[in-house]
């Protein structure tokens, strides 16, 4: 079971981004997936998530309005669309699964993570 980022890259504030997680190894069609991320000198930090079954999202209150998070399910991937981003947006994004459903936003119930895509956003 494998996640694997991609889409990350540096961007002027004000610009956009879209940031794609291929999962590989399973179906993840019924589980929640997340993004979360990790800045310079902060802890890993909850973006978004989206459910399986109920195709329910949440978001942090820093990227609401801004960052959409989406999956197309036949192609095993989830997406995070940003636009408007700012200089604090500047972190590595982490896509992570959760082996049951739910819109959870702490990182203890996801169960598998990729390994990170760098986003730096410069003002």
């Known amino acids: 079971v494998q996640l694997v980022e991609s889409g990350g890259g540096s961007v002027q504030a004000g610009g956009s981004q879209r940031l794609a997680c291929t999962a590989s190894g399973r179906s993840f069609s019924s589980n929640s997936m997340g993004w979360f991320r990790q800045g310079p000198g902060k802890e890993r930090e909850f973006v978004a998530v989206?459910?399986?079954?109920?195709?329910?999202?949440h978001y942090a209150e820093a990227v609401k309005g801004r960052f959409t998070i989406s999956r197309d399910k036949d192609k095993n991937m989830v997406f995070l669309a940003m636009n408007n981003l700012r200089p604090e947006d500047t972190a590595v994004y982490y896509c992570?699964?959760?082996?049951?459903?739910?819109?959870?936003?702490?990182?203890?119930?996801?169960?598998?993570w990729g390994q990170g895509t760098q986003v730096t956003v410069s003002s």
């Open positions: 989206i459910s399986g079954t109920r195709v329910s999202t």
């Open positions: 992570a699964a959760r082996r049951g459903e739910g819109t959870f936003t702490d990182a203890p119930h996801f169960d598998v």
